[in-house]
């Protein structure tokens, strides 16, 4: 499967940004869902994660109550709305898939390219 993400820009602090990620090539449903972000000087880090019905979800601790992953499987798409931005949100967010929740928040197997968010204080 290819990933492709979209959606990111430039927005003030405790503002919103919902950010898109559409598949191909693949049989979508079979794989669980998940968000990642680098920050500049940092490691790539983990921040969300859904299964492959969109049942269950994992957040981060730093975005846990202000972000929200879903999917759609009919689309091939799925989604990071990212409520209450803070400054410390700012990084190039990428999406990622994996066979399984394990896998696709330590070492998702497929990446797509990553969508600047950056937040103003």
């Known amino acids: 499967v290819q990933l492709q993400a979209s959606g990111g820009g430039l927005v003030q602090a405790g503002g919103s940004l919902r950010l898109s990620c559409a598949a191909s090539g693949g049989t979508f449903s079979r794989y669980q869902l998940g968000w990642f972000r680098q920050a500049p000087g940092k490691e790539r880090e983990f921040v969300a994660a859904?299964?492959?019905?969109?049942?269950?979800?994992y957040y981060a601790d730093s975005v846990k109550g202000r972000f929200t992953i879903s999917r759609d499987n009919a689309k091939n798409a799925v989604y990071l709305q990212m409520n209450s931005l803070k400054p410390e949100d700012t990084a190039v967010y990428y999406c990622?898939?994996?066979?399984?929740?394990?896998?696709?928040?330590?070492?998702?197997?497929?990446w797509g390219q990553g969508t600047l968010v950056t937040v103003s204080s």
């Open positions: 859904v299964s492959w019905n969109g049942v269950t979800t």
């Open positions: 990622a898939a994996g066979a399984s929740m394990v896998a696709v928040t330590t070492t998702p197997s497929t």
